[in-house]
Nanobody, 122 residues
Framework: QVQLVESGGGLVQAGGSLRLSCAAS????????MGWFRQAPGKEREFVAA????????YYADSVKGRFTISRNNAKNTVYLQMNSLKPEDTAVYYC???????????????WGQGTQVTVSS
C-alpha cells in the first residue's frame, strides 16, 4: 500500500515559484506512476501533471505546460512539482497521487495525499 504526504505549499506572489514535495511510503515506489491534481475554490479536482515510475514519461495539463515541471527521486521515494511563473488562477489545494498504471493516474488515481494549499496573490 502507498501513503503520500505533501509539503511545500504556501503563499506566493504572482510570477513567483514554489516547489511541492510528496513523500511516499513503501519499498516499491518506483513501480508506481505519480502525479499531482489540484482543486480550486468552487471547482472540481483537475489533473495537473504525471510521471512514470522510471521518470521517463511525463504529462501536463495544458494550463501548466511550460510553467510546471514534475520530477521524481526514487532513491528518496519522493516526487516533486516545480511551479514557476505562478498565476492567481493556480491557487488551489494540490494533491499528490499514485497509481500502478500511468494512464489511469491521469483520470482516476488509486492513492491520494491529504493536500497542500497553494495561494498565489496578484
Amino acid at each position: 500500500q502507498v501513503q503520500l504526504v505533501e509539503s511545500g505549499g504556501g503563499l506566493v506572489q504572482a510570477g513567483g515559484s514554489l516547489r511541492l514535495s510528496c513523500a511516499a511510503s513503501g519499498r516499491t515506489f518506483s513501480n508506481y506512476a505519480m502525479g499531482w491534481f489540484r482543486q480550486a475554490p468552487g471547482k472540481e479536482r483537475e489533473f495537473v501533471a504525471a510521471i512514470s515510475g522510471s521518470g521517463g514519461i511525463t504529462y501536463y495539463a495544458d494550463s501548466v505546460k511550460g510553467r510546471f515541471t514534475i520530477s521524481r527521486n526514487n532513491a528518496k521515494n519522493t516526487v516533486y512539482l516545480q511551479m514557476n511563473s505562478l498565476k492567481p488562477e493556480d491557487t488551489a489545494v494540490y494533491y499528490c497521487v499514485a497509481d500502478r498504471i500511468l494512464i489511469d493516474l491521469r483520470s482516476t488515481p488509486d492513492y491520494w495525499g491529504q493536500g497542500t494549499q497553494v495561494t498565489v496573490s496578484s
